[in-house]
Structures are given as structure tokens and as C-alpha cells.
């Protein structure tokens, strides 16, 4: 049954390829089905109905020829499963994904609407000017990924202690996309929850990623949230809009829509020309994403109090001995 279904994931993964190749699918092109590799620890097996695995009434999960496996579930299944596949990933973790039925959730109606920008120093700064700020997870585990990869390095090639040094590594980088998953949805969540459509900036990911930034580029992860949004809108009713990346967000006063040119990145805030406004740059772009996606925000988050104000002498002193010399 098991390689029957192997056999049939083949056929499609040909079908796809060859309706591809005739332009008769749509989307990008789809590659041929390559191998899979030697060293590529992670494994995957799927059962259909018909091959008759059964969710016990104990919370065991019985599979042909496998036996009753303990699960911990995530959450309970909403219908009965079509099919189970059993995925042991390289951090030598097993997971259970069941093919169900959902119906399409609704959330209660809600007034607000938000655009996001996405970038670095904030992962997202919000039109209503509420500004996040972005969890490193890749930099702040660098230490030890890089002793586990060091570790991993200096094993025997093919020994015992490589395997288990590699399963080391698979971990901690495991715990790292983990914890940038949850941070994601929780912020997606909330984000779809607490308003009716948000609006999202389409950013070259990919270009960035080539840049010297890549490796803060790729650990926000923007692409996997933006994802996320655009799926939790369309599961519970809620707008979800992309727009341009040629959109001059960062060019433009959102409070009288007045265009007066690029600025450098150090300028974090300016006062708008024509209307008089200060506006704090991130905002501002949020506000304006909002806005290019039709959307009806205000653009009072995006102004800001003119200019900074001086710090008392008191304030403004940073070390502690400052203080008391003062007294
Ligand atoms: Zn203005």
C-alpha cells in the first residue's frame, strides 16, 4: 500500500512536470522529479485510508505493520483524517500530518483595518503606529550552532559519534526555526484576529538575500509570515492585499499624499513640506502601504511630535555615578 502510494506521489510529480513543460499549468515551472539524497535525513511515509490506519480512542495512532504509536496531538482533529503521513525529520523528530475537512471559519466582524512594514530593526511596524520588534533567533543561537557544527566537524566521517553529532546540529537549528514559527503565528494571528483586511508590502526577499544582509534578511523570515497572513485571511474572511514593491512608501507625506523624494535611510523622521507634518519614516510607509492597497487609515499614527526634545541633565546621564554626583 505504502509503496503503492510512493509510486502514485511519483505519477503526479511526472504529470505536473510534463503539463508544466506544455504550458498547460499554470504558476512557475515545475522541475523534473529529482532523486532524493543519500544524506538527506529526513524520511516520510503516507498512509491513505485504504491502507487502513485507525486513530485509537486512547489517543494512539495505529498504523499497518508499525503498531499502536503514542501521539501528542496539537490540537483534535476536526473530521476524520483521509490520510496520515508520518514525517521523521532531520533532527530525528517524528511528526503525524493528517489530511482532514474543515469548514470555513468565521471571526466576528471588526472595524480596523492595518498595513505592515516589514524590515529589520522592527520586524513589523504597524499603520496605527504600533512598531514590533524583531525577535533574532538565527543570531542570538549563533553561538552554539556554530559549536554544534564544530563539533560535528571534527567527528570521523561515517562514525557513530558523526550521526549523533549531526542529529546535534539538526536540533539546535530545529529549536531555531521553532521559535521563529511560533513568533510568526502568534503575530498572525493577532494581526488577522484584530482587523478586517491588512495590507502587506511585496518585498524582494530574494534580492535581499543576496545582499550583505542576508542573513538578518533571512532570519525574519518574512516570506513564511507574510504566507501566513495571506492563509489565516482567506480561513477567516478577513482582506488580505499585496502591494507593489515600486510603491515610493518611504517618498510619500501620508497625511497630504504630497511626493518629495527619496531620503537617506539614516533619516528616521521629517517634516513634510507641503502640510507641515513630522512623520516617522516607518510609520509613515505603513500608513502609505495601507493606503496603496485602498485602504481607509488615518495617517495620525504616522505624525509625530516635532522634532527631540532636549534631556534633562538628570535624564540624560547614563552611568550611575552621574546620579550621584548630582545629589
Ligand atoms: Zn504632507
Avoid at 10 to 22: E, G, I, V
Avoid at 125 to 152: H, M, T, W, Y
Wanted: a positive charge.
Amino acid at each position: 500500500m505504502v509503496l503503492q502510494q510512493a509510486l502514485a506521489d511519483l505519477n503526479a510529480a511526472y504529470r505536473n512536470y510534463f503539463a508544466s513543460r506544455n504550458g498547460k499549468r499554470k504558476g512557475p515551472k515545475v522541475e523534473k522529479p529529482g532523486f532524493r539524497s543519500r544524506k538527506d535525513a529526513r524520511q516520510a511515509i503516507r498512509f491513505s485510508v485504504n491502507a487502513r490506519f485507525k486513530v485509537l480512542p486512547n489517543g494512539n495512532l495505529r498504523l499497518p505493520k508499525i503498531g499502536d504509536v503514542p501521539v501528542r496531538w496539537s490540537r483534535p482533529l476536526p473530521s476524520d483524517p483521509s490520510s496520515v503521513t508520518v514525517i521523521r525529520d532531520s533532527a530525528d523528530r517524528y511528526f503525524a500530518s493528517f489530511v482532514v475537512q474543515t469548514g470555513p471559519r468565521s471571526l466576528p466582524a471588526v472595524e480596523p483595518v492595518v498595513g505592515v512594514d516589514l524590515g529589520l530593526k522592527h520586524f513589523a511596524v504597524l499603520s496605527d503606529g504600533r512598531k514590533i520588534s524583531a525577535p533574532r533567533f538565527l543570531r542570538c543561537a549563533e553561538q552554539l550552532l556554530k559549536r554544534r557544527q564544530r563539533d560535528l566537524s571534527r567527528k570521523r566521517k561515517d562514525s557513530r559519534n558523526r550521526d549523533k553529532a549531526r542529529v546535534k546540529v539538526a536540533r539546535a537549528h530545529a529549536r531555531v526555526g521553532d521559535a521563529r514559527r511560533d513568533f510568526h503565528h502568534q503575530l498572525s494571528t493577532a494581526l488577522i484576529r484584530d482587523n478586517q483586511a491588512v495590507a502587506v508590502e511585496n518585498l524582494a526577499v530574494k534580492a535581499l538575500g543576496r545582499t550583505r544582509l542576508a542573513k538578518s534578511v533571512h532570519d525574519a523570515g518574512w516570506s513564511s509570515f507574510v504566507a501566513m497572513l495571506e492563509y489565516k485571511a482567506r480561513l477567516y474572511g478577513r482582506g488580505f492585499h499585496r502591494i507593489g514593491r515600486f510603491t515610493p512608501t518611504s517618498q510619500t507625506c501620508s497625511a497630504c499624499g504630497t511626493k518629495d523624494g527619496p531620503k537617506p535611510l539614516h533619516v528616521r523622521a521629517w517634516q513634510c513640506p507641503s502640510c507641515g507634518a513630522w512623520l516617522d519614516r516607518d510609520i509613515n510607509a505603513a500608513v502609505n502601504v495601507a493606503k496603496a492597497a485602498g485602504l481607509a487609515v488615518t495617517a495620525c499614527g504616522a505624525v509625530v511630535r516635532p522634532g527631540p526634545a532636549l534631556a534633562d541633565r538628570g535624564e540624560a546621564g547614563t552611568h550611575p555615578k552621574s546620579h550621584q554626583k548630582m545629589a
